[in-house]
């Protein structure tokens, strides 16, 4: 399948899970449409773009051993994704990456993810917090930013700033996820910096 036959078939792709399973499926079974799903992804200003990106978190979702061979392309572009139906399945992917790095259970990813590929993802999900996205990615992106400060210093003090600053302009959904983490922090910081202000139990 060329890159242009993928292009048409995404247009079938819809919200439901069975129709983003179903493709997912698809690419997972043939790995050489993975960098074609990839190139109609990161076509950032086209609206079938958004579609390929909710495939693309399936097959992740799936197998996430296949992202491997495109970490590099994958992070160095995921920053430059701005349709809202987009960013949040790639900041989920990022979520998914950091989730696996992190985990108690061996697995491929430990080992694939390297400094460069966290270090973007990083970036991109500081853009997400900073920006005006909706909830679902500001939570990825949180998260992924929680365990990823587990090896750079700066990242939880920068995200607690993040975090302090937006609380009270945000929704219910974003305090909430906002207040989970915050709890965790504070373990690591002063304990009586923000449990006041956000109403944080001992």
Known sequence: MTTEELYKELDYVDHSRE???????LVIENPDLIPKLLKILFMVDDKISCRAAWVFEFMCGENLDAIIPYLDKFTE????VHLDSAVRPVAKVCEYLAKAYY???????KT?????????????CFDWM?????????AYAMNTLFLLGQDYDWVHPELVLILERDFQMQSSGFKARA???????KKNSNPDSYRDKFQIPD
């Open 112 to 124: 694939a993810l390297q400094t460069k590929h966290k270090e973007k993802i990083v970036e991109a």
């Open 103 to 109: 985990s108690k259970q061996d697995n491929r990813i």
């Open 179 to 185: 207040r989970y983490l915050l709890r965790k922090l």
């Open 19 to 25: 129709k983003r399973l179903k493709y997912a499926n």
């Open 130 to 138: 900073i920006n005006d996205e909706k909830i679902a990615p500001k």
């Open 77 to 80: 572009e995921a920053h430059s």
